[in-house]
């Protein structure tokens, strides 16, 4: 081949390389100077009402490492929908907490995701703040000793992220008790990556380094090839929570959490949250979250944990004829006020004779 044809064919390949680049480049600042079309979809969810599409508007998570990819902002503040929200300086929902108890305080962690966090509630509504109520009961006398509950839910984590909290934040404040809130939707897998340039959480389980998604995030173009990957890895049933398919390793989590709580001389609870958000769909055995529920009970069993069946006994707190709405809403099956409330007064009794053993 002469010098003059391997120039050609050079500047052939420098020419399709160089359209290679551009190209996407173009595509991006097309899209950027028309408007990102990923803005409008989060302010239609904003325009749902939806608590979390406000709270992470607000900046209500912040990036973590690729184990725990996420976390509440410690000292974030924000009135979502009329209902306050607070982040101590540890990154829990709540007033600041002394690593050390206090003299004469006894302490019981709630774990878990936005139904412990207490998504669309007032802080003094959520499961925690009722619980704490519960064990303290009559207070008034000055000897009596304090049970302090803390809040540790984090909406849209998952089994594996809540026992790295629990390791890392939770153990460090000393509970005696640890209260696993389990909702059908923990056993998903770690896909879930914070986007700060949009505030929003989105499935990223492309094959590239984990501290690189944050600037990926930005691109549209590298969101469409996200989202791809994802819905071909939904198709398959990687994001389905019900069903057996990450059971297993959901198991292996929970055991997980309740041996490092062992190990330390703490002891554990599990409380099982059913995927319903009405006492109707409470009594139907055939509902498609009961099997799953199931499950999580007999776990519970096999492992001699004590167990709180919020199943069983929220249809004990109801007439067997009424339909009461334990949810936000119909679509929301994140707890009301009353779901909550029942909640806390089903697992007040099993975390006051744990502290008493």
Same mark, same amino acid.
């Given at each position: 081949?002469? +010098?003059?044809?391997?120039?050609?064919?050079?500047?052939?390949?420098?020419?399709?390389?160089?359209?290679?680049?551009?190209?996407?480049?173009?595509?991006?600042?097309?899209?950027?100077?028309?408007?990102?079309?990923?803005?409008?979809?989060?302010?239609?969810?904003?325009?749902?009402?939806?608590?979390?599409?406000?709270?992470?508007?607000?900046?209500?998570?912040?990036?973590?490492?690729?184990?725990?990819?996420?976390?509440?902002?410690? #000292?974030?503040?924000?009135?979502?929908?009329?209902?306050?929200?607070? =982040?101590?300086?540890?990154?829990?929902?709540?007033?600041?907490?002394?690593?050390?108890?206090?003299?004469?305080?006894?302490?019981?962690?709630?774990?878990?995701?936005?139904?412990?966090?207490?998504?669309?509630?007032?802080?003094?509504?959520?499961?925690? &703040?009722?619980?704490?109520?519960?064990?303290?009961?009559?207070?008034?006398?000055?000897?009596?000793?304090?049970?302090?509950?803390?809040?540790?839910?984090?909406?849209?984590?998952?089994? $594996?992220?809540?026992?790295?909290?629990?390791?890392?934040?939770?153990? #460090?404040?000393?509970?005696?008790?640890?209260?696993?809130?389990?909702?059908?939707?923990?056993?998903?897998?770690?896909?879930?990556?914070?986007?700060?340039?949009?505030?929003?959480?989105?499935?990223?389980?492309?094959?590239?380094?984990?501290?690189?998604?944050?600037?990926? &995030?930005?691109?549209?173009?590298?969101?469409?090839?996200?989202?791809?990957?994802?819905?071909?890895?939904?198709?398959?049933?990687?994001?389905?929570?019900? #069903?057996?398919?990450?059971?297993?390793?959901?198991?292996?989590? =929970? $055991?997980? =959490?309740?041996?490092?709580?062992?190990?330390?001389?703490?002891?554990?609870?599990?409380?099982?949250?059913?995927?319903?958000?009405?006492?109707?769909?409470?009594?139907?055995?055939?509902?498609?979250?009961?099997?799953?529920?199931?499950?999580?009970?007999?776990?519970?069993?096999?492992?001699?944990?004590?167990?709180?069946?919020? +199943?069983?006994?929220?249809?004990?707190?109801?007439?067997?004829?009424?339909?009461?709405?334990?949810?936000?809403?119909?679509?929301?099956?994140?707890?009301?006020?009353?779901?909550?409330?029942?909640?806390?007064?089903?697992?007040?009794?099993?975390?006051?004779?744990?502290?008493?053993?």
């Amino acid at each position: 081949m002469t +010098c003059g044809r391997r120039r050609r064919r050079f500047g052939r390949l420098a020419l399709a390389a160089a359209a290679t680049i551009a190209t996407p480049l173009w595509v991006e600042a097309v899209i950027h100077l028309a408007g990102d079309p990923r803005y409008a979809k989060i302010d239609e969810q904003l325009a749902q009402g939806a608590a979390y599409w406000g709270l992470a508007k607000a900046g209500f998570l912040t990036l973590d490492d690729r184990a725990l990819r996420f976390r509440p902002t410690p #000292g974030f503040r924000a009135t979502i929908a009329g209902v306050d929200y607070r =982040i101590n300086a540890l990154g829990l929902r709540g007033p600041e907490i002394a690593a050390t108890k206090p003299a004469g305080t006894r302490r019981v962690l709630l774990l878990g995701d936005s139904y412990a966090f207490g998504l669309g509630l007032p802080e003094g509504e959520a499961i925690a &703040a009722q619980l704490e109520q519960a064990l303290n009961g009559d207070t008034t006398s000055a000897s009596a000793t304090r049970v302090e509950v803390v809040n540790s839910g984090v909406p849209a984590y998952q089994t $594996e992220q809540e026992r790295l909290l629990l390791e890392r934040v939770g153990f #460090g404040l000393e509970p005696e008790v640890v209260v696993l809130l389990y909702f059908a939707n923990d056993k998903l897998p770690a896909s879930l990556t914070w986007a700060p340039a949009l505030n929003t959480l989105y499935h990223d389980e492309l094959p590239v380094p984990y501290p690189w998604k944050p600037q990926l &995030a930005r691109s549209f173009l590298y969101a469409v090839v996200a989202k791809l990957d994802a819905a071909r890895r939904n198709e398959r049933g990687d994001y389905d929570s019900r #069903g057996a398919t990450h059971w297993p390793l959901t198991v292996q989590r =929970i $055991e997980a =959490i309740a041996a490092a709580c062992a190990a330390r001389g703490v002891r554990f609870v599990l409380a099982a949250v059913p995927e319903m958000p009405s006492t109707r769909e409470l009594l139907d055995p055939a509902h498609e979250s009961a099997k799953d529920h199931a499950a999580v009970l007999a776990l519970a069993a096999q492992n001699n944990w004590p167990c709180v069946d919020l +199943c069983a006994g929220m249809l004990g707190k109801v007439k067997a004829f009424e339909k009461v709405w334990l949810s936000l809403n119909p679509i929301d099956t994140h707890y009301n006020a009353k779901g909550a409330r029942f909640a806390a007064e089903l697992i007040a009794p099993v975390v006051a004779a744990e502290l008493a053993r």
